[in-house]
């Protein structure tokens, strides 16, 4: 019977929706963060939506891709 309840208890748990993260605290989307909070991606934290953190990630392969591009791109713009 004890195994049973254990089982039980275990399902329930995984199945349940987990915490809201707080301000601070690791997310990956605004639905990880409180209500009042949103997730911002250069941190990764839940903070508060004041306007005052630009929430913005820059493409990580534009200072590679663009030397490579340059010379296609050239010969597209001489024709």
């Known amino acids: 019977m004890r195994l049973l309840v254990l089982f039980v208890s275990c399902v329930v748990l995984a199945v349940a929706?987990?915490?809201k993260q707080g301000?601070?605290?690791r997310c990956q989307i605004d639905d990880d963060?409180?209500?009042?909070?949103?997730?911002?991606?250069?941190?990764?934290?839940?903070?508060?939506?004041?306007?005052t953190t630009i929430d913005a990630t820059i493409p990580i392969d534009a200072?590679?891709?663009?030397?490579a591009d340059a010379p296609a791109d050239a010969?597209?713009?001489a024709s």
């Open 33 to 51: 963060c409180k209500a009042g909070l949103i997730c911002v991606s250069a941190t990764q934290t839940c903070q508060t939506g004041l306007g």
């Open 17 to 19: 929706p987990g915490c």
């Open 23 to 25: 301000q601070g605290d």
């Open 75 to 77: 010969m597209i713009d």
């Open 63 to 67: 200072p590679i891709d663009a030397p």
